[in-house]
């Protein structure tokens, strides 16, 4: 695919992050995008910075969409081939995700099973929704994103990350699955899988947000175990107070976005070149590509990081 000029374009997850940026390079780009997104005023938001750089031509329009609801994700389907008055899209970009559901022992269920519907079945719905269509196109992408936590499960030293790592594993496989089975059976259609290290997105308030918590809900309760936890990791002093905590949380999750060594909008960059020249597994940023190399050099080390990371291979 050489061009996204005159393209129809799915985007999910546009409200914000990697989804909004390729929403908006897109657009740029001469593609038209129908985003979805669990924040309605987010994706609105979106759309309509999109539109403001947007050629003549190109329709850019928002959907309220759970992805992780499969009825909400046929209706997505249905309200944007209506509005773009097409009966094929050409490229579908299954971004959306959260974190949450760490600790299979010790988080909620409901937790666990909302952050893997969001990662894997939301992934899943909209192959199922949308591959007829990109067949139709006979020219179609579908783009899944994975994570870094796809090809390592753990966020580091005792920080686990069960439900994330087994969607991320999940998209991965399935993705790498599509490749036979498309060229065998839909050659139309070409897949490729996203593999982002630390990007700079909003995926720390939208995981509190999707779970119903975050600092700013945290009860005194709450705040104070967080505390003595800080305490005890030796990233707060002692004596420091619940609302200090409260404070570090809040500077974190800024820090996570503002911080990063790859931006949102330097991933979307990459994942739209890695779209045009016809890769199918695209890497983000010198973390991912370090964690690739550990992990195929020294399979058996995955899980004892102090062996894993002894020699890191060169990305």
Known sequence: MDSFTGKLAVVTGGGSGMG????????????????????????????????????????????????????????????????????????????????????????????????????????????????????????????????????????????????YGAAKFAVKGFTEALIEDLRSNAPQVRVAVVIPGHVGTDIIPNTLRAHGTGPERMSEAELEGTRDALVGAGVLAEGASAEDARRLLLQGIKDFKDKAPVSAAQAATIILDGVRSGAWRILIGDDARMIDAAVRAKPEASYDYTELFSEVPAP
């Open 20 to 163: 909004r940026e390729l929403v908006r390079q897109l657009a740029a780009q001469g593609c038209s995008v129908a985003a979805c997104d669990w924040h309605p005023d987010a994706v609105a938001e979106t759309a309509a910075l999109a539109r403001a750089d947007a050629g003549s031509g190109v329709l850019v329009t928002s959907h309220a969409c759970d992805v992780s609801d499969e009825a909400q994700v046929l209706r997505f389907r249905d309200e944007l081939l209506g509005q773009h008055a097409r009966d094929h899209v050409d490229l579908v970009f299954a971004n959306a995700g959260i974190g949450g559901g760490n600790s299979f022992v010790n988080d909620t269920r409901e937790e666990w099973e909302r952050t893997f519907a969001v990662d894997f079945y939301g992934v899943y719905y909209c192959a199922r929704a949308f591959l007829p269509l990109l067949i139709a196109s006979g020219d179609g992408v579908l783009v899944n994103t994975s994570s870094v936590n796809g090809l390592w499960a753990a966020l580091g030293p005792g920080i686990p990350a069960t439900a």
